[in-house]
């Protein structure tokens, strides 16, 4: 009997750190905004587009070998219609394609020339990864000026009082806390998971190289110290979320230093499951701590 047919490569993202972030953000972004029906929407085709763009990297980088292009076009005719049903319930929302563009761009720069894994390329997909806190509470509002919210302020912040009109034209909400909040939020994880740049490089592909383990542990060196800058000015409010978030980094701290130190001492690697692993609950602890501010 012949054997079965194995399915093309794709389908399925491997990366399993990266579950929390195109999760967190856009979840996180929803409580502060406030859930709305579309956020089923944006979700599905966040979630979907994510998809699209795991199959398009490898398809791209297989200099657009046949066996590499089915999930793409499966996803792709996913993602399509996704879009265009979110974009009638929230046409505003088109205005963050002058955010998330050039970050697409440099990305699919990235891995054409088979630099998917640069640096570049990581700050790139987490960037718009994050941007998604934003994104999502913008989804719940719509902007009080539809022009100035498709050309120029996804937001609605050039108004004067920064507020956003309800869907039925009512009370301007939300207020300039929510938004800074939601700002605060976008920050504080973008921080977070930009670190876990050098930290699972220094674990994997760098390994070998003492010198991206240094690099991993002063950032996170700088970002816990910025953490405790900002909780001794004031500038992050909320008792809880103060501790929390002070937590968080010294955390992300330990494990920079920890994991790669371990990994040399009984000389095999750390399963990249059991890596992401730890990214899922610190990032989980760094949602908690924006959330509770």
Partial sequence: MSRKKR???GWIPDQHGAWAM????????????????RHLLLLAAWWVGYFLFHAASLWLKSRRKPRYWPPVKTYALI????????????????????????????SAWCIAN?????????V????AACLMTMVAFDAAHRPASLLAGIAFDPLGTLRPDGGILTPDGGTLMPDGDALAWAWRACAALTIYFLGTIPHVKSLIRERNN???????????????LGAILVAAIGAWPGTLSRILLLAAAGIALARAIAMPAWQRRVGRPIRPMHIGLVEIGLSA????AVLTS
Avoid at 114 to 122: A, G, H, P, Q, T
Avoid at 285 to 288: D, G, P, W
């Fill in 124 to 127: 790139a997909t987490i960037t």
């Fill in 22 to 37: 195109i999760t967190i953000p856009p979840l996180v972004g929803i409580v502060i905004g406030g859930a709305h029906w």
């Fill in 7 to 9: 399915r093309s490569p």
């Fill in 285 to 288: 602890l760094m949602a908690i």
């Fill in 114 to 122: 088979r630099k998917e894994r640069s640096l570049l390329n990581d």
């Fill in 210 to 224: 003492p010198r991206f383990w240094a690099g991993s542990i002063t950032y996170h060196a700088l970002a816990l």
């Fill in 79 to 106: 993602t399509a219609p996704l879009l265009v049903v979110l974009l009638v319930a929230a046409p505003w929302l088109i205005g963050w394609v002058a955010y998330f563009a050039p970050l697409a761009a440099i």
